[in-house]
């Protein structure tokens, strides 16, 4: 059974810092990797996908790596805001099966930024 | 466009009765998820369909909890005979599809929040 865990569960951090986020599953049969944003009172918000094949993809000063054969990914925030300030979930898709994209999450980090 | 949606956004019931929670997804998005979220955790599997057809439904806690999908837009999660146990967020997500071995982004409707006393 996959399992997914986050490292930290919880950071606080001045405005400007870069930061990382880590991402590690037990199972390497993954179709893809994904990161997502969750604010309270609104739903996930899918910031970055990475295929199986694929090594990292960036979007803006975020940044997301993926060694499938380790199984670990990290999420590499450059300059952090205080609204980055959100819980950030990491998430796979296993590879076979009937279900074709169910995700699998981490139990996810809080991010807090101070101004 | 529209995103997903849910109703009701919040949910308070007493033990034993019956709730219906629905998921309207994004127009023309093939696939829809239904996922359960406790507080300080990720959400976890509920049920898949594709179109119409449920095609997986191993998350799904016991026998109380049945979902249907009936036309291929619209979905129902229906719990039955709820209990204290039964209170957490649920999400709904759909895409556009899925095509062999590859995924398209889910989308997250804002979830119901139900409380069972």
């Known amino acids: 059974k996959q399992e997914v865990t986050q490292i930290p569960a919880a950071l606080s951090v001045p405005e400007g810092e870069n930061l990382v986020l880590n991402c590690s599953f037990t199972?390497?049969?993954?179709?893809?990797l994904q990161w997502f944003r969750q604010d309270p009172g609104k739903g996930l918000t899918s910031l970055l996908l990475?295929?199986?094949?694929?090594r990292e993809q960036t979007s803006g000063r975020l940044n997301a790596s993926l060694d499938k054969s380790s199984g670990r990914s990290t999420l590499y925030i450059a300059a952090s805001q205080p609204g980055d300030s959100a819980t950030y979930l990491c998430?796979?898709?296993?590879?076979?099966?009937?279900?074709?994209?169910?995700?699998?999450f981490g139990q996810g980090t809080i991010l807090t930024v101070h101004p | 466009g529209a995103g997903v949606s849910q109703s009701p956004r919040y949910k308070v019931t007493k033990r034993g009765q019956d709730v219906a929670l629905r998921c309207d997804p994004i127009?023309?998005?093939?696939?829809l998820y239904w996922y359960r979220q406790a507080l300080g955790q990720g959400p976890e599997f509920l049920t898949y369909?594709?179109?119409?057809?449920?095609?997986?439904k191993s998350g799904l806690p016991n026998d109380r909890f049945s979902a249907e999908r009936p036309e291929g837009s619209i979905s129902t999660l229906t719990i039955q005979r709820t209990e204290q146990r039964d209170s957490a967020m649920y999400r709904c997500?759909?895409?556009?599809?899925?095509?062999?071995?590859?995924?398209?982004?889910?989308?997250f409707g804002p979830g119901t929040r139900l409380t069972v006393l």
């Open positions: 127009s023309g998005h093939v696939s």
């Open positions: 997500a759909s895409s556009y599809r899925n095509r062999g071995q590859t995924t398209d982004t889910q989308y």
């Open positions: 199972d390497s049969a993954i179709y893809n």
């Open positions: 998430a796979v898709t296993n590879a076979g099966g009937t279900s074709y994209g169910k995700l699998t």
């Open positions: 369909f594709n179109y119409e057809a449920q095609q997986d």
């Open positions: 990475i295929q199986s094949s694929q």
